[in-house]
C-alpha cells in the first residue's frame, strides 16, 4: 500500500530509517563526503580536543567519546589511530602542543589550579586511548571489521552518563524535520509530500511549530511560497544528546544558517552517489536540510556558542601552511606528504566549502570555551 501524502518529518522518517530506508543498506561515504572521509586531519583535531577535555576534567578514570551519527565509525576509528600512534612514540601531550584547557578557563587564559580535581583524576601517566571508551551511536548495524575498542548502539546514551567529549558530524541535518510553507493566503502551512516527491499545502501551522516559527523563522508578511524548516526536533534532539554528558563538551558540525540569513526557499535536497538530486521520499536518496544551529544552541543544557568550521579547526591546529620549498631537495618524500596535507587542511578551511559548517560548542560541568 502506497502511503497516502504526509508531512516532510514523517515521510524523511520512513524513506531514511523505515524498513528498507535508505540509511538502513546504504553506506554514507558511497553517497557523500564529510570532514571526515576529506582528510585524516579531521580526526587529529577532534582527537586534539579530545585531549584538551580531558585535562578541563582532571584526566578522569573513564573517558567517554561518543560520536553521534557514526556512519561506519570512520572518525572514530581515525580518533584511535591518533591516539594510538602518539602513545607508541609516548609523546601523547605532543599532539595539543602544550594548549590545554582546564575546567572553567576561559579561552585563551592560563592554565587554571585545581581543575585535576574535576572528574575524578585518573592514574598519573596512564594515557587518554588507555582509558578511552568509544561508542558510536548510528540507526544501522555495527559494520564488520569495525575495532573492538569501539561500542555501537543504536540510541543515544541515558541523561548524566558520560565524562568527555560527544561529537555529532552531520548529524542533525538527517534528523528529519517538517516543512512550512507560505500560502497565498499569507498562513504558513505545513507542506504535505507523496512518496513520488509530489507536494501540496495542508492546514495551518499550530502549536510548537507554530511558535518555533515566529521565534526562530518567522513567515510573516513574507510572499507566498516562502519555506521554512520547523527545527523543533532538532533542539530537542541535540537537547537529548548534550544532556548525556555529566561533564565535558558536546559539538554539533554541520551545514548551518542564523536568523538573519535563512533561505527563502528553505534547503531541503537529496542526495545520491555523491550527486545532489530532488528529494524524492521514496527510500532512493538521502533527505537533508541546513541547521539553524543558533535555534538548536538556545536549547541546549548549558553554556554554548556557534563558530565556523574553519576557526574551530585552526583553533585545533590545522593550519593549511606548505611546506617550505628547501625540504623537496632534503627530503622528498617528506615534502610530497607535507604537501598534501596542506591540501587537505585548505579544503577542511575553504569558508566557501567545508570550513563554512558551524561548529556548535555546549559545554557541561565546568568545562569552558576548549575551541
Known amino acids: 500500500m502506497v502511503p497516502e501524502p504526509s508531512g516532510w518529518r514523517a515521510a524523511t522518517e520512513r524513506a531514511l530509517y523505515g524498513p528498507g530506508g535508505f540509511w538502513t543498506r546504504e553506506a554514507p561515504a558511497a553517497h557523500f563526503r564529510t570532514s571526515v572521509h576529506a582528510s585524516p586531519l579531521f580526526a587529529r583535531a577532534v582527537a586534539r580536543l579530545l585531549l584538551r577535555v580531558d585535562a578541563a576534567l582532571g584526566r578522569p578514570e573513564r573517558l567517554d567519546l561518543v560520536d553521534v551519527g557514526a556512519g561506519h565509525g570512520e572518525l572514530l576509528t581515525g580518533v584511535l589511530a591518533v591516539l594510538d600512534a602518539e602513545e607508541a612514540l609516548g609523546a601523547e601531550e605532543t599532539l595539543d ?40 551511536v548510528e540507526r544501522r548495524a555495527r559494520p564488520a571489521g569495525l575495532d573492538p575498542r569501539i561500542s555501537w548502539q543504536t540510541a543515544l546514551p541515558a541523561p548524566d552518563s558520560l565524562t568527555g567529549l560527544l561529537f555529532a558530524n552531520e548529524w542533525l541535518d538527517n534528523v528529519p524535520v517538517d516543512v512550512a510553507e507560505t500560502g497565498p493566503d499569507g498562513v504558513p502551512r505545513q507542506v504535505l509530500v507523496a512518496p513520488d516527491g509530489t507536494e501540496r499545502l495542508g492546514g495551518p501551522v499550530t502549536g510548537e511549530d507554530a511558535r518555533w516559527l515566529e521565534r526562530w523563522w518567522p513567515l510573516a508578511g513574507a510572499p507566498a511560497g516562502t519555506r521554512a524548516e520547523l527545527g523543533g526536533p532538532r533542539d530537542a534532539a541535540w537537547a537529548r544528546a548534550a544532556a548525556a554528558l555529566r561533564a565535558g563538551v558536546a559539538v554539533a558540525v554541520d551545514y548551518a544558517h542564523s536568523r538573519g540569513s535563512r533561505p527563502p526557499l528553505g534547503t531541503l535536497t537529496g542526495f545520491r552517489e555523491g550527486r545532489e538530486v530532488p528529494p524524492v521520499p521514496d527510500g ?65 578551511l575553504d569558508p566557501a566549502g567545508l570550513g563554512g559548517f558551524g561548529w556548535l560548542v555546549c559545554a557541561r560541568g565546568g568545562v569552558r570555551g576548549p575551541v
Open 284 to 348: 532512493g536518496c538521502d533527505l537533508t536540510a541546513h541547521v539553524a544551529l543558533d535555534a538548536v544552541a538556545a536549547a541546549a543544557p548549558g553554556p554554548a556558542y556557534v563558530r565556523p568550521q574553519h576557526e574551530a579547526l585552526r583553533a585545533l591546529g590545522v593550519t593549511g601552511r606548505r611546506p617550505p620549498l628547501a625540504r623537496a631537495s632534503t627530503d622528498p618524500a617528506g615534502y610530497v606528504r607535507a604537501l598534501a596535507a596542506a591540501g587537505q587542511a585548505a579544503e577542511l
Open 97 to 136: 602542543a602544550g594548549e590545554t584547557l582546564d575546567a572553567g578557563e576561559a579561552p585563551g587564559t592560563a592554565e587554571a589550579p585545581g581543575a585535576a580535581g574535576a572528574a575524578g583524576g585518573g592514574e598519573p601517566g596512564r594515557s587518554a586511548v588507555r582509558r578511552l571508551r568509544a561508542v558510536a
